[in-house]
């Protein structure tokens, strides 16, 4: 037992580390080729997507195949990201480009990649089919109970806030206090309540707060690159 | 997962459990800096500036709402049914067709052995995360309450059952009846080609992935998506997040060790 949690242990971190770091590689890559920069949000991200795929595999393969299997997911991801404007959802922040797409490329990797079991190995392609059978299901049972949920709450308390208080911010409309007070207005001593003298129940429809958001709704060339959206 | 608690009870027996049992404690705390700050952090950094405090909002919630719930029936829905897990080894809770475990059982981790608490922490902390993982596909558009009421709903539905089945015994785990023992047969009472996810590729990944794409299309995009940029306003943010992502995921990881015999010395 102590020769086990010993070996794995061990064998787990550098798999976690190896397979992070190639994913993080691969996604500034595919970014170079495409867009022709490399940029930080592409390496945070590709930092994740290689944590994701590594998280079931991380007990079943050798480091170098920690290292293959985190250049694809770091690759794919940073593919898939761009989907979203394809297809027209707004997967704001990449759940599903990096923990889906990379949690899938590591749950069928490892029917290729486990060292006693993987078919690259010549044990055949009997894990694989496991892999790849689980995975469905499990995206088959999260899909259908998201979807239950998901459509309960549509028609009875609603998701989504008014579209006056989404242009608005929703830092202010749902929680009555912004991120960044850059007018400095408001000071820092607290009196009674945060929001007395907020304006927040009086504030007329529609007419947007004090609180400056400097460049963040101008266009520029730049942005539309970036998260891989297609030129 | 083990079969029984034979390896615990030699694990007690060894001076090593208190190496063990710190590194559980260890592996639980990176986890839940993964959440708090981590998630929120590297959330926070990529969404505009005048949406970061929900967004870091929508994972603190996450650990509010889902670590109460999980003490309350989680644990018991994902765990209660395994033998040594069980209150009474003996006499496991009952198990529905594989897919799900007693939430009744072990509420409020009444009957929970002290010794398990460990692991009650360390699975907490897996629940939390899957969850807020989520927050990331439904950014800035989202009312706090529905998220709040949307978080127990979905854990109780799509993650404590798929725990369950991968980790508690279940469907997609290595028993007869299983889905690969269905499949490709039993020896010895065990599946003869095991399905491997060590730390949640499917139960957390796929899982948040997946709920995350139908909460996207049915939600519907954000005002002005695919027609204005919609920049991250501080990357640094969102690099310090992906940090502290990486520093607390070899909890998740390297803390997800299971014992598959107790011959080695």
């Known amino acids: ?231 | 997962m083990c079969g029984s608690e034979s390896w615990r009870n030699q694990l007690l027996e060894e001076h090593y459990v208190d190496g063990y049992y710190t590194w559980m404690l260890i592996s639980s705390c990176l986890v839940l800096i993964m959440t708090t700050p981590g998630l929120a952090l590297f959330y926070g950094g990529m969404s505009r500036s005048k949406s970061v405090l929900n967004m870091m909002m929508m994972s603190f919630s996450a650990l509010g709402v889902v670590g109460i719930v999980y003490a309350l029936w989680g644990w018991s829905m994902t765990y209660s049914s395994v033998p040594w897990a069980a209150a009474d080894a003996e006499n496991p809770g009952w198990e529905a067709a594989k897919l799900f475990a007693s939430p009744f059982d072990q509420f409020g981790l009444s009957d929970t052995l002290p010794a398990n608490y460990v692991f009650v922490a360390f699975q907490l902390t897996f629940a939390v995360i899957t969850a807020a993982l989520i927050s990331g596909a439904i950014a800035d558009r989202v009312k706090f309450s529905s998220w709040l009421v949307f978080l127990p709903l979905w854990v109780t539905l799509s993650y404590f059952p798929l725990a369950h089945q991968v980790w508690g015994g279940g469907f997609l785990s290595n028993v007869e009846g299983g889905l690969s023992a269905l499949t490709f047969g039993v020896t010895d009472g065990l599946a003869n080609i095991a399905p491997i996810d060590y730390a949640g590729g499917t139960v957390v990944h796929i899982n948040a992935g997946v709920a995350g794409l139908v909460l996207a299309l049915l939600i519907g995009v954000r005002r002005g998506f695919g027609r204005e940029p919609m920049k991250p306003h501080n990357l640094t943010l969102t690099m310090i997040g992906a940090g502290l992502l990486w520093f607390g995921w070899f909890g998740f990881n390297a803390g997800s060790i299971v014992f598959t015999s107790t011959k080695e010395s």
């Open chain 1, 1 to 231: 037992m102590i020769a086990q949690f010993t070996t794995e242990t061990g064998l787990v971190w550098i798999n976690t580390t190896l397979a992070t770091c190639a994913a993080m590689l691969g996604w500034l890559l595919v970014e170079r080729l495409r867009d022709g920069k490399g940029t930080s949000l592409g390496a945070a991200s590709g930092v994740v997507a290689g944590l994701v795929a590594i998280t079931p595999a991380c007990g079943a393969l050798s480091p170098v195949g920690s290292m293959v299997l985190g250049t694809v997911a770091g690759g794919l991801c940073a593919l898939a990201v761009g989907l979203k404007y394809r297809f027209g959802y707004d997967d704001s922040l990449d759940v599903v480009g990096v923990h889906l797409v990379g949690g899938l490329v590591g749950t069928i990797g490892i029917g290729f990649l486990s060292t006693t079991t993987g078919l690259l190995y010549g044990e055949g392609l009997r894990q694989l089919v496991v892999q790849v059978m689980v995975a469905l299901y499990a995206m088959a049972w999260s899909g259908v109970a998201t979807l239950v949920i998901g459509l309960a709450i549509k028609y009875t308390i609603g998701w989504r806030i008014d579209e006056e208080d989404e242009v608005e911010g929703i830092d202010f409309t749902e929680h009555g206090e912004s991120a960044y007070d850059l007018t400095g207005a408001g000071g820092a001593r607290r009196t009674t309540s945060v929001l007395a003298g907020s304006g927040v129940p009086t504030r007329p429809p529609g007419q947007r707060s004090t609180v400056e958001e400097p460049s963040a709704e101008e266009p520029t060339e730049e942005t539309t690159e970036k998260q891989g959206a297609p030129a």
